[in-house]
Nanobody, 124 residues
Framework: QVQLVESGGGLVQAGGSLRLSCAAS????????MAWFRRALGKEREFVASISGNGIIIDYADSAKGRFTISRDNAKQTVYLQMNSLKFEDTAVYYC?????????????????WGLGTQVTVSA
């Protein structure tokens, strides 16, 4: 089993920044791809960003491009999501996920393990 614990969420004004962290433990591997998803109130969970096991291949949802940066520190088994220029519509619960493959994916069903999420609230 792999455990994922997100942190770093909170309340921020529009235009502000937050940095989310996701620490992995258990039977994880630095070769596993990791990703961030989010779910806004009343909406379905959606892809935000993914990073390959070696950290080279990165993918962003259109809503995240130019504002969010995903990165990972394999020595710490941690993935980060730096979020800048936050908008009201970024308000959501943000989830970290990992899959037993080095390749990232935008599909929820491709991920094997999930964290419980961290709330991000952006005030207009």
């Amino acid at each position: 089993q792999v455990q994922l614990v997100e942190s770093g969420g909170g309340l921020v004004q529009a235009g502000g920044s937050l940095r989310l962290s996701c620490a992995a433990s258990g039977r994880t591997s630095s070769s596993y791809a990791m990703a961030w998803f989010r779910r806004a109130l009343g909406k379905e969970r959606e892809f935000v960003a993914s990073i390959s096991g070696n950290g080279i291949i990165i993918d962003y949802a259109d809503s995240a491009k130019g504002r969010f940066t995903i990165s990972r520190d394999n020595a710490k088994q941690t993935v980060y999501l730096q979020m800048n220029s936050l908008k009201f519509e970024d308000t959501a619960v943000y989830y970290c996920a990992t899959r037993r493959s080095p390749a990232g994916s935008r599909e929820i069903r491709q991920y094997d393990y999930w964290g419980l999420g961290t709330q991000v609230t952006v005030s207009a």
